[in-house]
């Protein structure tokens, strides 16, 4: 089970982390990934870290603004949010149990399991 949590209000230009944390199983061997869909838009990948070296890919649109680290004393994989937009206003959901990949500057995966989501809300 997977379980997302951090979501929340934050002002233009802000910061939030949130954070995935499993039960059941250990994060750290498995390639996890964060999606959002905000409303009447498609789930969109953001950032995935791999299973075999722990490569990050990142979708365009959030590079350089967003990270993704694991925190694996905490069987964690958390999302750091800088400088975030309006449009970043969306539910976030984590996934595992899968792969990722980069394609045409897209984060893209097939993923077992999926969290509930945490709602993002980037306003003043």
């Known amino acids: 089970q997977l379980v997302e949590s951090g979501g929340g209000l934050v ?3 802000g910061s939030l982390t949130l954070s995935c944390a499993a039960s059941g199983f250990t994060l750290e061997p498995y390639a996890v990934g964060w999606f ?3 409303p009447g838009k498609e789930r969109e990948g953001l ?3 791999n299973f075999s070296d722990d490569r990050k890919y990142y979708t ?4 350089g603004r967003f990270s993704i680290f694991r925190a694996n004393a905490d069987n964690t994989v958390n999302l750091q949010m800088n400088a975030v937009k309006p449009e970043d206003t969306a ?3 984590c996934a595992s ?8 500057e897209k984060v893209e995966g097939v993923f077992g399991s999926w969290g509930q989501g945490t709602p993002v809300t980037v306003s003043t």
């Open 36 to 38: 959002r869909q905000a």
């Open 97 to 104: 149990k899968g792969m990722c990949y980069l394609e045409n």
């Open 91 to 93: 539910i976030y959901y």
């Open 60 to 63: 365009a649109s959030v590079k």
């Open 11 to 13: 002002q233009p230009g």
């Open 47 to 49: 950032a995935c870290i």
